[in-house]
């Protein structure tokens, strides 16, 4: 059975650390030994926080977060080994530091149950994480609260040592459990690779607090400081090779099974915690029977754990009913929103409607047109006719072909086609939107000037889509003029540089927000009058034909919109859109 290098290197370094401390721990007492023993007592950590640290640069933040939690465990075990080694090795006095030693390793747990609470293998390691460090702000004050509590005052306000060891052997064993009681709720209830990950995590945790009540219970004898130190370096080995076997196997994401996971474990025990304080502050003065002075300093920890747990869940509140706010807000857009998409829907169906009632309707309009044109065509065929007839003939003559024009260019407009682009003269686009839009500006005090050179480079496009997009631009702009009483509307196209640009400029009130005009759903119209989508289907289609458009406001007053679209170097016959939609007659 062949194993690959990097195995070979873990067996290696798992010989080298248990293998390099026991051949220390036997070798005769003397500042030989101990220094090795602390040495491998100190690199043991730096490698079971490499280890881990190598899984938090995934894609997830909770993956990332739980790898990242582990490792701020395996940081204060360190700083507690560091400690000790600095009284060992430097002041010679082993427990010069005992009771800060102590506080660090019952804080490991923190990070531990709080990485636990994540249990990234039943969420989406995709979401978010919110008020992470508050809650493991919260949960380290809960802890260190019960430290100073239960065990502190019995080795500074009324020093009695038997109840000092009595108080911590107990302390330390009731995080222990937890500890391993969270781990092992996470190793039942998973199963595939996150199933071998916590496996080891809970050997890991087990082994380390074994040591710790055995070193606890029997202190004065010879065999608990090197078994104590032998389960730390074994437990972080072992917690090193966990993280190791994450990198490499496959951790899929899975989503939440329901709501309730979300529910985070470090947050509900820290509540209950939180609530226990009055109990504890209420028992500390009437029913303890420890000296006053223990009892005054537990009502002032209790009291001081209560304030700042007190604001850190005031913090935690005031920063979910923001969020909340936001959701709410956020919601109230989306069905604004939806109801403008459900109008722009009704819109369309109300237009794809009309584009079939005016094709249905050509012929009976345009039968009776070509009717007239022809009769008149008669009377101006003949020889000699009256002044007075042949005057009247032209006008019927000239009316009848501008309402021919008019309804080409309508069905033209509302006529449902696929996209098909061919080169087009814009000129001609142009001035079939503007006189559809003329149309009803009668009485409005509002003009709309066209102007195009006589020679313009063609363009390739789709008539009908270009149509609608100047359609609308001038729509804008006469609602926007009528707002404010009348304007001048004018529309400029000219050659420039390979491109064909139009400018549409007003003298109305301007916009508001010129740099959100394009975006979806975007109006300052009342609801039920715009949509906030024409625009931006504007942009889109502007887009397609390798175009570009802009808004801006003037310097004097109103706005302006520019398009440009790629010009093609070929020769094109000036033609109207009513020679391009004959075929949709």
Known sequence: MKYSRSSLAVFGAWILALGGYCAATALPVGSFSAGARNFIEGVVPIFANGCLLWNAASPYRRR???????????????????????????????????????????????PLIAAAALAPHRRDMKAPMRHGLLDLSLLA?????????????????????????????????IQSFIIIACFAILFASSSGSWRIIYGHILGAV???????????????????????????????????????????????????????????????????????????????????????????????????????????????QQLSNRERTALVQQLSTSLDNVNRLQA???????????????????????????????????????????????????????????????????????????????LLDLSAILDSAVQLRRLDLHGKNIRID???????????????????VFFHLISNAVEAMEASGGGVLTVTARAEKGTVAVEFADTGPGMKEPDKVFDPFYTTKPLGKGTGLGLSICYGIIQEHGGTIAGSNRTDGGCSFRLELPAVLASLPRASVAALSQRAL
């Open 450 to 468: 066209l102007h195009t050179p006589s020679l313009l480079p063609a363009v390739q496009g789709d008539p009908n889509q270009l149509v609608q």
């Open 64 to 110: 990332n977060a739980f790898w990242k939690l582990l490792a701020l465990s395996c940081t204060l075990l360190l700083l507690g080994r560091l400690v000790q080694m600095y009284d060992e090795l430097i002041l010679h006095q082993p427990a010069s530091h005992f009771i800060l030693i102590n506080g660090l390793r019952f804080l490991h747990t923190v």
């Open 344 to 422: 722009e829907f009704v819109q369309s169906e109300k237009l794809a409607s009309l584009g079939k009632l005016a094709a249905g309707a050509a012929h009976e309009i345009n039968n009776p047109l070509a009717a007239i044109i022809g009769y008149t065509d008669l009377l101006l065929d003949d020889q000699v006719p009256p002044a007075r007839t042949r005057s009247l003939a032209e006008k019927i003559q000239e009316q009848a072909r501008r309402t021919k024009t008019l309804v080409t260019n309508l069905l033209s407009f509302a006529r449902q086609a696929p996209s098909e682009k061919q």
């Open 206 to 316: 087990t082994l380390y607090s074994g040591g710790v009540a055995v070193s606890l219970i029997y202190a004065h004898r010879a065999v608990a400081a090197p078994f104590q130190g032998f389960s730390f370096v074994a437990s972080l080995m072992w917690l090193g090779t966990a993280g190791i076997i994450a990198g490499r196997l496959p951790i899929p994401p899975e989503p939440a099974e329901s709501p309730r996971g979300e529910t985070q474990w470090q947050l509900t025990l820290s509540m209950i915690a939180v609530l226990l304080f009055p109990l504890l502050a209420a028992w500390a003065a009437f029913f303890s029977t420890a000296p006053a002075s223990v009892s005054k300093f537990r009502l002032i920890v209790t009291l001081a754990a209560s304030f700042a747990a007190s604001f850190l869940v005031f913090l935690r």
């Open 141 to 173: 004050t809960v802890w260190i609260q019960m430290y100073a509590f239960v065990v502190i005052p019995w080795e500074f306000v009324s020093p009695d040592r038997n109840l000092f060891s009595r108080w911590n052997i107990a302390t330390l064993a």
